[in-house]
DNA sequence: GTTCAGTTTAAACGTGCGTTTAAAATAGCT
DNA sequence: AGCTATTTTAAACGCACGTTTAAACTGAAC
């Protein structure tokens, strides 16, 4: 395995856990045993080494979350709970494109929105405008009622939900299994949050 | 106005704006206009000052909040929404304990259970473990359907919703009102996110 | 006026960080 | 084999951090 991809691994696993700000290059090379220079050699600065981290999860993911939200969005009557349900093969299937590719990813967005304030939101947006647009589209055929103020607020308390427990899902799987005594796995969680958020964005209006 | 409360101040205002680890004591002490070494003279620790900061608002918040949430419990009949409801007085009156106490404090909550891996999350429910109590009480009185592993869930996910929002919640009214261009509050963020989790938490069962 | 606990101050300490440097090692090509 | 471009390496740089030190200052008590 190259260099670059043994410091991307270490990354990855080590920015899921610890953050981004809580991660240092020196526990990043250790990790996947190169030299600490060689992360400003391949990839520049730790800041480049993020977005390249994000980045291969995002160009893996964003043709395939496109694909399932405009799926949606040509059907005749959507359901607010399928907009959300679109997500959840797409994601999934990142367990195959890596080892724990699902959680990893969900907690590294967890971590890009909290940490380096508004630097992920940038990223997404700019880097990968479509899927928001598409599932913004679907959401709006789906409950055409709501304004775009009400759509904006709860798309956001939507992210927030999403990131949040995301960003906290090991400690909190850690807990329900020792509160509950049955093994959980990140798909359990996935599907206790869509009926939540699903309700949240279809809550009667005011 | 003594050393140690214009060190209180600023540290509230530099963290919420910054976070936690995103502020340093040089900075605290600068805008406070004190010497650098007074933060440890006062109160020992970096750490111990973020203590500080969060209990100055957790002594004045819990007596008003375990009041409320009481109350709501006492009824014969509860909605899910007037469980949360009941947060709305105690919380807005932190704006007559401190300026901008509301928003000041509701970010600070949001970025110590993002930042420092966990710890504010043990603060509280050692510190303050009533009004977790009498929160979950009153949930389950007002859907005793409600198993305990999804109360679990969703509170969580509430607490996400909650605690992204407000640690975000300058850079999403400063967004909302451009895009809106109408001036916003922190009141019209709670007015919103209140139906948003309670119907999230009140979300049929699977 | 002296004493003394409490407070403030300037300076320094040690540590860990991201980054840079320049030499050494390696791999690819003729 | 010899040259060249790429990669790896050890070491150091400069900086910012939280914390500690010890001296200077303050104000009330006697």
Redesign the pocket.
Known sequence: M???DKILDAAEELFAVKGFNG?????ITSQAE?????????F????ELIKAVMSRYMNELAPNLEKALLAVYEKEQIDLKEVFTAFVQPLLSLNQFRENGTSNFLQLLGRGYTDSQGFLRWFLTTQYPNVIAYFVQAVQKAYPELTPEDMFWRLHFTMGTIVFTMSSSDALLDIAESDFEKQLEIEHLIEQVIPYIAAGVAAPLS
């Open positions: 190259s260099t670059k991660t240092s290059l020196r526990e190169v030299n600490l220079a060689a992360v400003n050699y391949h520049g600065s730790k800041k």
